[in-house]
């Protein structure tokens, strides 16, 4: 008898856990890698922005990521 989709990935989630590798469905990185790449992207709109008001947004946003970089 075939195994099903949901009980191949029972067993796939099963031996990773006991072999300590990463499951298919685990590739989100983590929130530290998530708060530099926010970090770099706000930097770069930053670098480029002309209009003061959008300026002082990211200004405000990249102070934000920094703050919950700090709390990580």
Known sequence: MARG???K????????MQADKPV???VVPPDQKRLQLARAD????????TSAPHREMLQRALAAIEEQAVRK
């Open 42 to 49: 706000v930097e770069q709109r930053l670098r480029t922005a």
């Open 9 to 16: 990935s029972v067993a796939d989630a099963q031996e990773a």
């Open 5 to 7: 989709f949901e009980s």
């Open 24 to 26: 298919r469905g685990d």
